[in-house]
Protein backbone atom coordinates (compact mmCIF):
# COMPACT_ATOMS: atom_id res chain seq x y z
CA UNK A 1 0.00 0.00 0.00
CA UNK A 2 0.96 3.50 -0.60
CA UNK A 3 0.97 6.48 1.52
CA UNK A 4 -2.67 7.27 1.17
CA UNK A 5 -4.10 3.56 1.28
CA UNK A 6 -2.27 2.91 4.48
CA UNK A 7 -3.54 6.37 5.75
CA UNK A 8 -7.65 5.15 4.43
CA UNK A 9 -7.35 1.97 5.96
CA UNK A 10 -6.04 2.57 9.08
CA UNK A 11 -7.23 4.48 12.14
CA UNK A 12 -7.83 7.83 10.58
CA UNK A 13 -10.23 5.82 7.89
CA UNK A 14 -12.42 4.35 11.18
CA UNK A 15 -12.51 7.55 12.43
CA UNK A 16 -13.97 8.66 9.35
CA UNK A 17 -16.77 6.17 9.31
CA UNK A 18 -18.15 7.76 12.56
CA UNK A 19 -18.51 11.07 11.45
CA UNK A 20 -20.46 9.37 8.34
CA UNK A 21 -22.57 7.31 9.61
CA UNK A 22 -25.52 9.39 10.32
CA UNK A 23 -29.32 9.18 8.83
CA UNK A 24 -29.16 13.38 8.37
CA UNK A 25 -26.29 12.64 5.81
CA UNK A 26 -28.21 9.87 3.88
CA UNK A 27 -31.22 12.07 3.63
CA UNK A 28 -28.66 14.70 1.84
CA UNK A 29 -27.13 12.13 -0.38
CA UNK A 30 -30.27 10.62 -1.33
CA UNK A 31 -31.31 14.11 -2.52
CA UNK A 32 -28.17 14.50 -4.78
CA UNK A 33 -28.27 11.26 -6.37
CA UNK A 34 -31.96 11.52 -7.14
CA UNK A 35 -31.28 14.77 -8.69
CA UNK A 36 -28.22 13.41 -10.70
CA UNK A 37 -30.26 10.81 -12.14
CA UNK A 38 -33.82 12.09 -12.51
CA UNK A 39 -33.71 11.32 -15.95
CA UNK A 40 -34.56 7.59 -16.90
CA UNK A 41 -31.49 5.65 -17.11
CA UNK A 42 -30.93 2.12 -17.58
CA UNK A 43 -28.60 0.93 -15.37
CA UNK A 44 -28.78 -2.68 -13.93
CA UNK A 45 -25.15 -3.32 -12.35
CA UNK A 46 -23.31 -0.35 -10.31
CA UNK A 47 -20.09 -0.82 -8.63
CA UNK A 48 -18.60 1.92 -6.45
CA UNK A 49 -14.87 2.26 -5.83
CA UNK A 50 -14.29 3.47 -2.80
CA UNK A 51 -17.54 2.83 -0.96
CA UNK A 52 -17.03 3.36 3.04
CA UNK A 53 -20.08 2.06 4.34
CA UNK A 54 -21.99 2.13 1.57
CA UNK A 55 -23.82 5.48 1.86
CA UNK A 56 -23.62 6.39 -1.47
CA UNK A 57 -24.62 2.75 -2.54
CA UNK A 58 -27.53 2.61 -0.41
CA UNK A 59 -29.08 6.17 -2.19
CA UNK A 60 -28.47 4.34 -5.72
CA UNK A 61 -30.49 1.36 -4.56
CA UNK A 62 -33.61 3.36 -3.91
CA UNK A 63 -33.27 5.07 -7.89
CA UNK A 64 -32.19 1.26 -9.47
CA UNK A 65 -33.68 -1.44 -7.63
CA UNK A 66 -33.02 -4.21 -9.52
CA UNK A 67 -29.31 -3.39 -10.19
CA UNK A 68 -26.66 -5.48 -8.99
CA UNK A 69 -24.23 -3.20 -6.32
CA UNK A 70 -20.56 -3.94 -6.21
CA UNK A 71 -18.66 -2.20 -3.15
CA UNK A 72 -14.41 -1.69 -3.49
CA UNK A 73 -13.30 -0.74 -0.06
CA UNK A 74 -10.09 -0.95 1.35
CA UNK A 75 -10.97 -0.09 5.07
CA UNK A 76 -11.85 -3.25 6.78
CA UNK A 77 -14.35 -2.13 9.62
CA UNK A 78 -16.21 -0.45 6.95
CA UNK A 79 -16.67 -3.44 4.80
CA UNK A 80 -17.66 -5.12 7.65
CA UNK A 81 -20.15 -2.63 8.71
CA UNK A 82 -21.67 -2.91 5.04
CA UNK A 83 -21.79 -5.96 4.86
CA UNK A 84 -24.56 -6.20 7.71
CA UNK A 85 -26.36 -3.31 6.33
CA UNK A 86 -26.73 -5.48 2.61
CA UNK A 87 -25.45 -8.95 2.58
CA UNK A 88 -27.21 -9.21 -0.55
CA UNK A 89 -24.16 -6.80 -2.29
CA UNK A 90 -20.96 -8.41 -3.69
CA UNK A 91 -18.43 -5.86 -1.32
CA UNK A 92 -14.68 -6.42 -1.54
CA UNK A 93 -12.00 -5.25 0.74
CA UNK A 94 -9.15 -4.60 -1.60
CA UNK A 95 -7.93 -1.62 -2.91
CA UNK A 96 -8.92 0.12 -6.37
CA UNK A 97 -5.79 -0.54 -8.03
CA UNK A 98 -5.23 -4.41 -6.60
CA UNK A 99 -9.05 -4.80 -7.12
CA UNK A 100 -9.58 -8.02 -10.24
CA UNK A 101 -12.67 -8.87 -12.13
CA UNK A 102 -13.93 -9.58 -15.76
CA UNK A 103 -17.04 -8.03 -15.00
CA UNK A 104 -18.34 -4.52 -16.87
CA UNK A 105 -20.65 -2.60 -15.27
CA UNK A 106 -23.49 0.05 -16.30
CA UNK A 107 -22.46 2.67 -13.73
CA UNK A 108 -18.83 3.32 -12.25
CA UNK A 109 -19.09 5.72 -9.03
CA UNK A 110 -16.34 7.64 -7.61
CA UNK A 111 -17.26 10.04 -5.00
CA UNK A 112 -15.01 12.13 -2.67
CA UNK A 113 -12.26 8.99 -3.69
CA UNK A 114 -10.05 10.77 -6.74
CA UNK A 115 -9.40 13.63 -4.34
CA UNK A 116 -7.59 11.07 -2.00
CA UNK A 117 -5.37 8.98 -4.60
CA UNK A 118 -2.08 9.63 -4.83
CA UNK A 119 -1.79 11.77 -8.35
CA UNK A 120 1.39 9.53 -9.31
CA UNK A 121 -1.19 6.93 -9.77
CA UNK A 122 -4.44 8.61 -10.87
CA UNK A 123 -3.76 7.14 -14.82
CA UNK A 124 -3.51 3.43 -13.34
CA UNK A 125 -7.13 4.67 -12.12
CA UNK A 126 -8.68 6.21 -14.41
CA UNK A 127 -7.75 3.11 -16.72
CA UNK A 128 -9.37 0.94 -13.90
CA UNK A 129 -12.40 2.97 -14.29
CA UNK A 130 -12.64 3.36 -17.76
CA UNK A 131 -12.16 -0.81 -18.50
CA UNK A 132 -15.15 -1.04 -15.68
CA UNK A 133 -17.37 0.46 -17.05
CA UNK A 134 -19.20 -0.56 -20.30
CA UNK A 135 -21.88 2.62 -20.13
CA UNK A 136 -21.61 5.39 -17.53
CA UNK A 137 -19.25 6.40 -15.23
CA UNK A 138 -20.37 8.76 -12.23
CA UNK A 139 -17.63 11.37 -11.04
CA UNK A 140 -18.20 13.75 -7.91
CA UNK A 141 -15.33 15.25 -6.06
CA UNK A 142 -13.92 18.91 -5.20
CA UNK A 143 -12.36 20.28 -8.30
CA UNK A 144 -9.70 23.26 -9.53
CA UNK A 145 -9.06 24.16 -13.35
CA UNK A 146 -5.72 23.21 -12.22
CA UNK A 147 -4.02 20.35 -9.69
CA UNK A 148 -3.69 21.39 -5.80
CA UNK A 149 -2.64 19.93 -2.84
CA UNK A 150 -4.32 20.67 -0.09
CA UNK A 151 -3.74 20.08 3.74
CA UNK A 152 -6.75 17.61 5.01
CA UNK A 153 -7.61 18.06 8.82
CA UNK A 154 -3.71 18.92 8.75
CA UNK A 155 -2.45 16.08 6.70
CA UNK A 156 -0.12 16.68 4.19
CA UNK A 157 -0.44 14.73 1.09
CA UNK A 158 -3.83 13.48 1.62
CA UNK A 159 -6.58 15.82 -0.76
CA UNK A 160 -5.53 16.58 -4.15
CA UNK A 161 -8.32 19.03 -6.09
CA UNK A 162 -7.91 18.67 -10.30
CA UNK A 163 -10.37 18.40 -13.33
CA UNK A 164 -10.69 14.51 -13.11
CA UNK A 165 -13.80 14.64 -15.34
CA UNK A 166 -11.48 16.42 -18.21
CA UNK A 167 -8.06 14.11 -17.77
CA UNK A 168 -10.20 10.94 -17.97
CA UNK A 169 -12.31 12.23 -21.31
CA UNK A 170 -8.46 14.10 -22.68
CA UNK A 171 -6.92 9.95 -22.07
CA UNK A 172 -10.36 8.24 -23.58
CA UNK A 173 -11.94 10.20 -26.42
CA UNK A 174 -14.97 7.66 -26.62
CA UNK A 175 -16.37 9.15 -22.72
CA UNK A 176 -18.92 12.16 -23.79
CA UNK A 177 -19.99 14.49 -20.52
CA UNK A 178 -23.35 13.98 -20.90
CA UNK A 179 -24.56 15.76 -17.50
CA UNK A 180 -22.71 18.06 -14.97
CA UNK A 181 -23.54 20.39 -11.61
CA UNK A 182 -22.52 21.56 -8.40
CA UNK A 183 -23.79 20.69 -4.93
CA UNK A 184 -23.67 23.71 -2.66
CA UNK A 185 -22.61 23.29 1.27
CA UNK A 186 -25.70 25.58 2.22
CA UNK A 187 -28.15 23.95 -0.15
CA UNK A 188 -31.42 22.48 1.36
CA UNK A 189 -29.80 19.14 1.40
CA UNK A 190 -25.83 19.82 1.50
CA UNK A 191 -23.58 17.24 0.67
CA UNK A 192 -20.42 19.62 0.97
CA UNK A 193 -19.04 21.51 -2.68
CA UNK A 194 -18.96 18.79 -4.81
CA UNK A 195 -19.33 18.48 -8.84
CA UNK A 196 -20.67 15.81 -10.40
CA UNK A 197 -19.55 14.91 -13.99
CA UNK A 198 -21.77 11.88 -16.01
CA UNK A 199 -19.80 10.15 -18.42
CA UNK A 200 -21.03 8.10 -21.22
CA UNK A 201 -18.94 5.19 -22.82
CA UNK A 202 -19.32 5.69 -26.89
CA UNK A 203 -18.83 2.68 -29.08
Not at 34 to 48: A, D, L, M, P, T
Not at 159 to 172: G, S, V
Not at 188 to 197: E, H
Amino acid sequence: MNEQEKFWSGKFGNDYISRNNSKKLQINNNYFFKKIFQKKYRINSIIELGSNIGNNLLSLEKLFKKSSFTAVELNFKACNILRKKRPNFDIVNNTILNFKTKKKFNLVLCKGVLIHVNPNQLKKVYEKIYNLSNKYILLAEYFSPSPERIKYRNHKNKLFKRDFALEIMQKYKKLKLIDYGFVYHQDKFPVDNINWFLLKKTK
